[in-house]
């Protein structure tokens, strides 16, 4: 009994040591393996930088920042700029504005006529093919454009087939191939010729003179042929074509009074009448009814001439409806 609890006492001397230097040597143990403590930080965005100041562009020291430091202008660096000056820009503001204008009225002047410059008109011209008769004139000026226009006795367009021109360097054609205008324009202040012209389906050529140099310029001209064109839609039945020799009827198309006529009044639309000789001419875009017409005249803008009898009532044709026109002042 004694012998067995010597043996436990021993026992627990020995483990108490043995607990004893496994502490001690807890401090000095090392490990196979490292062991890495990880610290989670969190990460703030820088704050912005400052928006650049403004900057104004006819600030001459923002303009020099950029530029290295200048060393010291010597009197005779002075002289030498000042010179150079001189010789690149010799004139004050004052006498670079005065030259301006000067150069504005030479330019100006360049640009005035020795002349006066022409009238430009517009008008008809009435062509007659019967041999002997003098070809009529055409107007021309340099840096005018001159248009002809061909139409039919009942103001259809003619369309052209050809042309010939006396003098090809004094003229200047335009011509699209197919149309009825034939435009032209002097090249030379002063010339004279002529220009044939042929129209599909008639067998007789135009002829026409052409002058430059004229005190009047001709805009445009409608040429009216006697006969009926390709493009006729309707022919009249039981009118007379106009005489080409009726000049009256030719100058009311134009808008212009006969001679020695009396001017009258139209009421009901816009027109207009003169009375010659018994005779009544009226000057109206729309279609007579009544009374019957003994000439006639139409241009290729759709106005018509009429001479028709001495009378107070007038019927036409206002857009498909019949309309009464009153005519005063006899």
């Not at 001459?60 to 010597?74: F, W």
């Not at 367009?157 to 699209?176: L, R, T």
């Not at 805009?219 to 106009?242: A, C, K, M, S």
Request: charged residues 15%.
């Amino acid at each position: 009994m004694k012998r067995f609890t010597l043996l436990l006492l021993a026992i627990a001397l020995l483990c108490c040591k043995s607990a004893n230097v496994f502490a001690d040597d807890t401090n000095s143990f090392s490990y196979p393996f490292t062991v890495t403590t990880t610290t989670t930080t969190q990460k703030t965005n820088p704050p912005p930088p400052p928006p650049p100041p403004l900057i104004k562009p006819d600030d001459p020291h923002v303009l020099m920042r950029g530029m290295p430091a200048s060393r010291p202008v010597s009197p005779e660096a002075n002289a030498a700029f000042n010179m150079m000056l001189q010789q690149n820009l010799p004139m004050t503001p004052e006498q670079i504005v005065q030259l301006k204008q000067q150069m504005d009225l030479a330019q100006r002047a360049s640009s005035i006529p020795a002349t006066i410059p022409p009238k430009p008109v517009s008008s008809t011209l009435m062509i007659n093919l019967a041999p002997g008769v003098a070809p009529p004139a055409v107007r021309l000026a340099q840096g005018y454009v001159t248009s002809l226009v061909f139409v039919d006795s009942s103001g259809a367009p003619w369309p052209i087939a050809s042309f010939n021109i006396g003098n090809p360097k004094a003229i200047n054609m335009q011509w699209d191939g197919k149309s009825n205008v034939l435009m032209m324009q002097a090249m030379l202040p002063y010339n004279h010729g002529d220009i044939v012209v042929q129209l599909q389906k008639l067998p007789t050529p135009i002829t026409l003179e052409l002058v430059t140099g004229q005190p009047v310029v001709d805009y445009r001209i409608d040429v009216h042929v006697p006969g009926f064109g390709p493009n006729t839609q309707e022919l009249p039945v039981g009118t007379p074509l106009p005489s080409p020799a009726n000049q009256l009827l030719l100058g009311v198309l134009d808008g212009v009074a006969p001679a020695g006529s009396r001017e009258l009044v139209v009421r009901g639309a816009d027109a207009g009448a003169w009375l010659l000789n018994e005779k009544l001419y009226l000057r109206t875009r729309f279609t007579l009814l009544s009374p019957g017409w003994m000439g006639k005249m139409v241009s290729p803008d759709g106005m018509n001439a009429y001479e028709l009898p001495k009378t107070s009532s007038i019927l036409v044709s206002r857009y498909g409806e019949p309309v009464e026109l009153k005519i005063e002042g006899f």
